[in-house]
């Protein structure tokens, strides 16, 4: 399957701790993407990044690309309590017109004051 | 303001009595799908549409089926709802198919 799945399923910090949470997927895609979900809410697009690309960044966010190794990270930095949610990634695919984006299952953050 | 509305935020039914949820956007995207989201299982999509009157399945279309008959608006409708179809419902759309999603806010639905 195209889907991405995310390690690890669930992480505990302190406040001013770093979150990483990684996404590994299977197959070749176009892009992927990093969103955040507070509890029972809609999806928070926080990053794309393209195949080509290797790093990008948005303010705390880091996100890193190694499609050698089909895998993709998501860094947050000095975490703070209004972090706790849940990210997913999702893996985009597309052929002609046609397209997919796959969620994965997701990782749990929890940021504690 | 962008954004994609859904109605009703919060539905409860009993099995076998059809129901709508509308989905809207402002963002003249061309791109919209529907997405169920259960615990265990993450985000799955129902089905996608990639313009008007162009829709197509998603991973789980079983006993959903949608329209599109304008680029604003793609409503979710459940023929003969059963119990099963209990989940959080999400609407999205983007611009272009390799574009980021906005999503809509949910519709928890609740089916007796």
């Known amino acids: 399957s195209q889907q991405g799945e995310e390690d690890p399923q669930a992480l505990s910090i302190q406040e001013g701790e770093n979150a990483t949470m990684n996404c590994s997927y299977k197959?070749?895609?176009?892009?992927l993407q990093w969103y955040r979900q507070n509890s029972g809410r809609g999806l928070v697009h926080l990053i794309l990044i393209r195949s080509n690309e290797r790093e990008k960044h948005s303010g705390r966010l880091r996100v890193t690309l190694d499609t050698s190794k089909k895998s993709s990270s998501l860094l947050i930095t000095a975490s703070r309590a209004a972090d706790t949610a849940s990210y997913f990634c999702?893996?985009?695919?597309?052929?002609?017109?046609?397209?997919?984006?796959?969620f994965g299952q997701g990782t749990t953050l929890q940021v504690k004051p | 303001e962008a954004q994609v509305t859904q109605n009703p935020r919060y539905l409860i039914t009993v099995t076998g009595k059809k129901l709508t949820v509308t989905c809207s956007q402002n963002?003249?995207?061309?791109?919209m799908s529907w997405y169920r989201q259960d615990p265990g299982l993450g985000l799955r999509q129902i089905y996608y549409s990639m313009n008007v009157e162009v829709t197509d399945k998603g991973d789980v279309p079983e006993g959903y089926k949608v329209s599109r008959k304008e680029k604003r608006n793609f409503p979710l409708i459940l023929e003969s709802p059963s119990p099963n179809q209990t989940s959080l419902y999400f609407c999205?759309?983007?611009?272009?198919?390799?574009?980021?999603?906005?999503f809509g806010p949910g519709t928890r639905l609740l089916v007796l």
């Open positions: 197959t070749s895609i176009n892009n």
């Open positions: 999702a893996t985009a695919f597309f052929s002609g017109n046609t397209g997919k984006l796959i």
């Open positions: 999205a759309s983007r611009v272009g198919h390799q574009e980021t999603q906005y």
């Open positions: 963002m003249n995207h061309e791109y």
